[in-house]
């Protein structure tokens, strides 16, 4: 099925570096969204993207929705041990703007971080 | 305060033992989803249900199935478990337009 291409796959930083990931897609999403797993649980939502262009911020987390509407990034700035896990991203177009409400994920990033 | 809950977290079976797993949420969310999640993999969608009607992947197993006797409860029944069907079980849910939210995920161990 399809899928979004996120790079890098895995990351092995220090305590207190930034990190930056990214997806793109061959198809335009109308939402683009982050999430975060932990080992054994379920992702959890960081950040979600809802217009061309914008650019959110939680925290030390930074996202931010391509201008083509075929791409997103997410940096995490002064990384700290518990940022370790697995982020996905995630596009979505809802059914009322033409879309199938399904989500599209991309594989993953394992981020490591070493104190 | 758990919005998406799944009972239990963890689940053993034997092979062919029929397993339901449940999802409950108090978000009032009218679209709910299961998925399938294995080792180092994104989360495979399963079904979903949009209020109270169905909706079957293409690739989804038949011996996978599911019931929404009401807004807050989904349940995903796995009929006679194979060792391939080991997995983490994610539910999410929506409100129709919107972002999903996951509960934490059953892990199905088959024996």
């Known amino acids: 099925g399809q899928q979004l291409n996120q790079s890098p796959q895995s990351m092995f930083i220090q305590e207190g570096e930034d990190v930056s990931m990214n997806c793109t897609s061959s198809?335009?999403?109308?939402?683009w969204l982050w999430y975060k797993q932990d080992p054994g649980e379920g992702p959890v939502l960081l950040i979600a993207?809802?217009?061309?262009?914008e650019l959110t911020s939680n925290g030390r987390l930074t996202a931010q929705f391509g201008i083509t509407r075929k791409d997103s990034f997410l940096n995490i700035s002064a990384s700290i041990p518990s940022d370790v896990g697995i982020y996905f991203c995630a596009g979505f177009t809802p059914i009322s703007q033409g879309g199938s409400e399904k989500l599209v994920f991309g594989k993953g990033t394992k981020l490591t971080v070493n104190p | 305060d758990a919005m998406v809950i799944q009972n239990p977290r963890y689940q053993v079976t034997q092979f062919g033992k029929p397993v339901t797993l449940s999802c409950s949420q108090t978000?009032?969310?009218?679209?709910m989803y299961w998925y399938q999640q294995k080792s180092s993999q994104a989360p495979k969608l399963l079904f979903h249900?949009?209020?109270?009607?169905?909706?079957n992947e293409a690739d989804t197993p038949d011996n996978f199935q599911s019931r929404r006797p009401n807004t807050s409860f989904c349940f995903l029944d796995i009929r006679s478990p194979g060792l391939g069907d080991a997995a983490m079980y994610l539910c999410?849910?929506?409100?129709?337009?919107?972002?999903?939210?996951f509960g934490p995920g059953t892990r199905l161990t088959v024996l």
């Open positions: 249900y949009y209020d109270k009607d169905f909706n």
């Open positions: 993207l809802y217009k061309a262009g």
């Open positions: 999410a849910t929506s409100r129709e337009g919107d972002t999903q939210y």
């Open positions: 198809s335009i999403f109308n939402t």
């Open positions: 978000l009032n969310h009218n679209v």
